[in-house]
């Protein structure tokens, strides 16, 4: 295992409510990486960081923030979250080259 | 559309028999990577493939990235109901920096 956690693992909200996702390492890696997952559409990226207080949108950043205030965490919030937010969500990170390692995810339902 | 084609999207193949996954792209591959879901899981990095012609083995799966560097095969032999769940290949790209593009994935299922 490569030292990442997220929580909560199952999380089921309602539409207009903020939520916020961790993810937690314990590797130092420098790059963190929010994905969600979806049937039909693959992995696909949402913010990235690349050291503290620096990150940067991925592909489908629209009502996503992220925030990494330590080296460790790196935080997902939904400012207010919609149905077409229900997902898998996986962090990931990566030391600088070489394949970035995945939690085990987080399942949100948004009702 | 992706860019990073993988081939088939799902196959179900009888206990003991071989099987081979493509992952295609239409530029230089410069870092190939496999993993491995299974459901309800987070992706589990089986191996990492850099220079054309390159082949590794972990078990009996083995890997291989292609000369010019455009497509990786994932091979299994006499494959076992834990092989089962979903491959996906992910890969470097100069452009993207230190982010990784991935293929949509390939679903295996193992008859017993």
């Known amino acids: 295992d490569a030292g990442i956690t997220q929580s909560p693992r199952h999380k089921v909200t309602e539409t207009g409510t903020p939520v916020t996702l961790r993810c937690h390492q314990t590797?130092?890696?420098?790059?963190m990486y929010w994905y969600r997952q979806d049937p039909g559409h693959g992995l696909r990226l949402i913010h990235y960081?690349?050291?503290?207080?620096?990150?940067d949108k991925g592909e489908v950043s629209d009502g996503y923030s992220v925030s990494r205030s330590k080296t460790e965490d790196f935080l997902l919030t939904l400012e207010s979250a919609t149905s077409s937010q229900t997902s898998v969500y996986f962090c990931?990170?990566?030391?600088?080259?070489?394949?970035?390692?995945f939690g085990p995810g987080t399942r949100l339902t948004v009702l | 559309s992706q860019e990073l084609e993988q081939s088939p999207q799902s196959l179900i193949v009888q206990e003991g028999k071989n099987l081979t996954i493509n992952c295609t792209s239409s530029?230089?591959?410069?870092?190939l990577y496999w993993y491995k879901q299974k459901y309800g899981e987070g992706l589990i990095f089986l191996m990492m493939?850099?220079?054309?012609?390159e082949e590794k083995s972990h078990e009996k799966i083995t890997a291989k990235l292609d000369e010019k560097k455009q497509q990786s095969s994932l091979h299994i032999t006499a494959s076992q109901p834990s092989h089962a769940g979903i491959y996906l290949c992910?890969?470097?790209?100069?452009?993207?920096?230190?982010?990784?593009?991935f293929g949509a994935g390939t679903i295996l299922r193992v008859k017993s």
């Open positions: 990931a990170i990566r030391l600088t080259a070489g394949p970035q390692y």
């Open positions: 992910g890969a470097d790209r100069l452009e993207y920096g230190n982010k990784l593009v």
């Open positions: 960081s690349y050291g503290v207080k620096d990150t």
């Open positions: 530029k230089t591959l410069y870092g």
């Open positions: 590797e130092n890696h420098r790059y």
């Open positions: 493939l850099q220079k054309g012609g």
